[in-house]
């Protein structure tokens, strides 16, 4: 079953802009974690953050976590044309790590 | 550096028939799950395995089977093949004292006619 649920569905931004995609999630976490995927490809690890945290950066990218409200945000500032692809935020539950996906971001980032 | 290699990285298949896909994790790392991710969709957890031992179960559909060889490869069996088993399988694999970080391969693009 679908945990993290994404939202937006879609997003279109110029160049230079920032991004902001944001997740929610169902169940108690180990962590949460952020994947790009260029379209059909692989699944690229951006960024993890812990249950206990409530902020990471890295780069370009801002992960916020909020566990009273079960949800995530992933900011990427400046945007490229290259940043074009989707994201997803997964979870690992509690006792387990098998990662559950939402549903995804498609990012367009118009040059 | 090394990263998860699966193979074959396309494949076409009848309805019926068998498949078997491969997956070879980062070298020493000893644990390989797989996902399958439909059209459009978001990617789904099929299996786990550790040490060559099942460690976790999610989705995966009766007609499939997989096994995590002495070598550390792992293999996705799957049979009886449907129209709606078309999709990206992707496997990923963690180092036990990361188990936080799952590194993914390119997938395998598997169509059903």
């Known amino acids: 079953s679908q945990q993290g649920e994404e939202d937006p569905q879609a997003l279109s931004i110029q160049e230079g802009e920032n991004a902001t995609m944001n997740c929610s999630y169902k169940t108690s976490i180990n962590n949460l974690q952020w994947y790009r995927q260029n379209s059909g490809r692989g699944l690229v690890h951006l960024i993890l953050i812990r249950s206990n945290e409530r902020e990471k950066h890295s780069g370009r990218l801002r992960v916020t976590l909020d566990t009273s409200k079960k949800s995530s945000s992933l900011l990427i500032t400046a945007s490229r044309a290259a940043d074009t692809a989707s994201y997803f935020c997964a979870t690992a539950d509690t006792g387990r790590r098998a990662l559950t996906f939402g549903s995804g971001t498609r990012l367009q980032v118009q040059p | 550096a090394a990263g998860v290699i699966q193979s074959p990285r396309h494949l076409i298949k009848e309805k019926r028939e068998t498949a078997t896909l491969k997956c070879y994790p980062i070298?020493?790392?000893?644990?390989v799950y797989w996902y399958q991710q439909g059209p459009g969709q978001d990617p789904q957890f099929l299996i786990s395995?550790?040490?060559?031992?099942?460690?976790d179960k999610g989705s995966i559909p009766d007609r499939f089977s997989a096994q995590q060889f002495s070598d550390y490869h792992s293999e996705l069996n799957m049979s009886s093949l449907e129209l709606g088993d078309s999709a990206l399988y992707f496997c990923a694999s963690s180092l036990v004292l990361d188990l936080e970080t799952q590194y993914f391969g390119p997938g395998t693009r598997l169509l059903v006619l």
């Open positions: 070298p020493r790392h000893d644990t």
């Open positions: 395995f550790y040490e060559k031992m099942q460690s």
